[in-house]
């Protein structure tokens, strides 16, 4: 154990970003044993034509560990070693502790104990030697403070089975200077490792033997009975994939790479047995027969119930049996969960109403809930419809809801709500809430459900949300908070020399940065009434026509945004606040400027609204759904205040529940270290957070910044979307608008062209 004063390594953040994901092979149980777990719950997924699920049992296992940085398995039990840092009265006061693990296949007898490890060192893999004895890969990363250098070393370990470390050898690389590892893989007498797309091998002394050329990066090694293979990124072209490759490790020849045919498995761990190499994307579980060829896809992680972002290894015990390791880390406690997944007949497995979630892009949030849900939940459980894997996942989800396929649930992200409302596609929550005991339309923020309301309905609702507007300085704007198109014109003649108005800012750019926030403005989804032959949307051209085409680099300013702000030369610039600590970052910034004012986008009238757009989960219920009940108790659990509560810091945003956000604001403003009434330890805030080459410590909110908080959610009046559709119409606006700018057409003219296309893609498009 070590204890040390002065600021945690910043080298370990480093390196998650540098190093590769180790991906460990899957050592197999020799004697076959298999050991019942406890069903603390059954679930099924999607049954497959010949009438079979893949059925998963669980159990929960509370380790002392804050991460799991490898695993194995061997003769019926699983190996771990993991570490946790322990926080003192402060942040520069902390122990760091590396733990082997020991249990059976059922997660009991359970055994620890700790290794002398020093926290500069990390432990990349851990496998079975020909000698049944356990071996670490460690990387070891030295920094010199005085010289600035930094050393990197790989040592291996041999390790008995009840943790005691036996052996220790440098691996000595044929390479010059840091030798780095990759990922490792364990083969009888051989450790393979790979680095700068190669492969190297070591002896059981650390000595070096063969190295074999991949040609591209390497994540993944795997033995089976036809040979060695390895797994990386191909990296060629425009179809740039993940590859596999058979290497003949007597000739080093390496063989074309492996033919999946429709599939393209990227990013995935590598798990074998006999002649099968397990492939898991994070997604599915795929087989590739290294006999026959053949891919195959065995089971999806979601509808077995497993995260897929906490799993840490999983093991194959048969062709149609597998053991899950996952590690989360809640509450200041970590959990492994064991989970057994079975090949089982349909009909022995009891039958829930399934409710249909589709997703462009899945986040950890909803894969979270959506396992809670199913272990919990009785009556129904949801299963998720993913697009995340195709090229332009919203397009592909929303030609296949416009062919008829409609889910009973349906995350809003990157999708035309507003086309959805007015087809009549979307069901309103209200009522939902009115009989909810929990979670009410009262527990909102006032103004973010009044910008998200269609005529006095609430077709959706997200968890949290950013807020974003424009940003001056009181200096330059005093305490304007609305800008008019004349007014934004005056400014703009007020620039200083050598200002800008906005940073870097085009034609086109302009248009596209106005419209994010106002294209609902100029366009009606009920009545298909469009307006930009107005002269609000003629005078946003002629002022767009202002600024240069494209960015001219040796005329724009080479000073960053934070100086620019600090000598009064920026007028206007982006404002997004994704949390709380944003808040104080520009009032900071801005601080030698007057402070900051937030200023919504220009309009007819000087709207002094500001934009919101919801964090990644906003859910809604079709009309189409048959369960609506049902669906509402998965959605509600995303807007539940103890969810948010959770949630909102871990994921950004800031939570759209009231009581969540007092939280939120509670703990920014702590001073002191403190429990909170459930359990939930708070620290002062104490972080250094950068804009450019401007760095800022962010402290505990003052009073007069949790104001400004407050003042800031009170003007929320709309709530935005990108999507599809958006992105049409911009191209759209953006490709008539040339003309103008050419100086071929007026600005009445473009407006008038721009306003018969947009017609009628809404007119197609309702």
Not at 501 to 510: A, E, G, I, L, S
Request: charged share 30%; hydrophobic share 30%.
């Amino acid at each position: 154990m070590k204890k040390k004063n002065g600021k945690r390594p910043i080298i370990g953040i480093i390196l998650l970003s540098f190093l590769m994901i180790v991906l460990t092979s899957c050592g197999n149980d020799k004697k076959g044993e298999e050991k019942t777990l406890n069903k603390t719950n059954v679930s099924k997924q999607e049954q497959s034509e010949d009438g079979y699920v893949y059925q998963a049992s669980f159990q929960d296992i509370e380790i002392p560990c804050t991460d799991i940085s490898s695993s194995c398995m061997y003769d019926g039990r699983i190996y771990m070693v993991g570490s946790k840092y322990e926080d003192g009265e402060t942040e520069d006061d902390y122990t760091y502790t590396v733990y082997f693990l020991s249990c059976n296949l059922d997660g009991s007898d359970m055994k620890q104990k700790k290794l002398d490890f020093k926290e500069t060192e990390f432990i990349e893999y851990m496998g079975i030697d020909q000698e049944e004895n356990l071996r670490l890969v460690t990387m070891r990363y030295d920094y010199n403070e005085k010289t600035g250098s930094s050393k990197s070393q790989a040592f291996l370990y041999t390790i008995d089975k009840e943790g005691t470390i036996i052996d220790t050898c440098k691996l000595k690389s044929k390479d010059k200077g840091n030798f780095y590892i990759g990922t490792a893989y364990m083969a009888g007498d051989t450790l393979y490792t790979s680095g700068n797309k190669k492969i190297y091998t070591f002896n059981m002394k650390g000595k070096p033997e063969k190295t074999y050329d991949f040609g591209s990066s390497i994540s993944a090694m795997a033995f089976t009975e036809e040979g060695f293979y390895a797994y990386g990124y191909g990296g060629k072209g425009d179809n740039d994939s993940f590859i596999m490759k058979g290497i003949d490790t007597k000739t080093g020849e390496v063989g074309k790479p492996v033919d999946f045919g429709d599939y393209r498995i990227n990013n995935a761990t590598l798990c074998t047995r006999e002649n099968a190499i397990y492939m898991n994307d994070s997604n599915n579980v795929y087989c590739f027969d290294t006999k026959t060829k053949e891919v195959t896809t065995l089971f999806n992680w979601i509808n077995s119930d497993i995260n897929s972002n906490n799993i840490k290894n999983y093991f194959p015990l048969s062709d149609e049996e597998f053991l899950v390791l996952s590690y989360s880390y809640e509450n200041n406690e970590g959990k492994v969960e064991i989970a057994n997944i079975k090949k089982v007949k349909a009909s022995t497995v009891k039958e829930k109403t399934v409710l249909r979630l589709a997703c462009a892009n899945t986040d950890d949030r909803i894969k979270k809930n959506i396992i809670s849900f199913n272990k919990e939940n009785k009556d129904y459980r949801v299963e998720l419809d993913d697009y995340s894997h195709y090229e332009n996942p919203a397009m592909q989800l929303g030609l296949d809801i416009n062919s008829g396929k409609i889910p009973d649930i349906l995350c809003i992200e990157s999708l035309p709500v507003s086309q959805y409302i007015q087809k009549g596609l979307l069901t309103d929550l209200y009522p939902f809430m009115e009989k909810d005991e929990e979670v009410n339309k009262e527990d909102f923020i006032d103004s973010i459900c009044q910008a998200t309301e269609r005529d006095g309905k609430l077709y959706f609702m997200g968890s949290a949300f950013t807020m974003q507007s424009l940003i001056g300085s009181k200096k330059n704007l005093g305490d304007m908070e609305a800008l008019t198109f004349s007014e934004m014109k005056k400014l703009y003649d007020s620039v200083p020399e050598n200002g800008e108005f906005m940073r870097m800012m085009t034609k086109n750019n302009f248009i596209t940065t106005m419209l994010s926030e106002r294209l609902e403005d100029y366009i009606d989804w009920n009545t298909g009434e469009i307006s930009f032959d107005s002269q609000e949307f003629i005078d946003l051209l002629e002022f767009a026509n202002r600024f240069p085409k494209e960015i001219d680099e040796e005329h724009a300013s080479k000073e960053s945004t934070p100086t620019m702000v600090e000598k009064g030369t920026l007028m206007l610039d982006n404002l997004y606040i994704y949390g709380l600590d944003n808040i104080q970052m520009y009032a900071k910034m801005y601080k030698k400027a007057g402070g900051f004012q937030a200023i919504a986008y220009p309009s007819k009238t000087g709207n002094t609204g500001l934009s919101i757009s919801f964090n990644g989960v906003a859910l809604a219920i079709t009309e189409q759904c048959k369960e609506k009940n049902g669906a509402w108790e998965f959605v509600r659990l995303f807007l539940t205040y103890k969810n948010q509560k959770s949630d909102s810091s871990y994921y950004g945003g800031m939570p759209t529940r009231k009581d969540a956000m007092e939280k939120a604001l509670e703990y920014a403003a702590a001073t002191k270290k403190y429990t909170d009434e459930d359990g939930t330890v708070v620290r002062p805030n104490n972080i250094t957070i950068g804009f450019d080459d401007y760095t800022v410590d962010i402290g505990p909110l003052t009073k007069k910044e949790i104001e400004t908080v407050r003042s800031m959610l009170n003007r929320i009046s709309k709530c935005i979307a990108f999507d599809a559709a958006s992105e049409e119409i911009n191209k759209i606006i953006e490709e008539e608008a040339q003309a103008y700018f050419a100086g071929d057409k007026t600005a009445q003219e473009a407006a008038g062209l721009i306003q018969n296309r947009v017609k009628l893609y809404v007119s197609e498009n309702s």
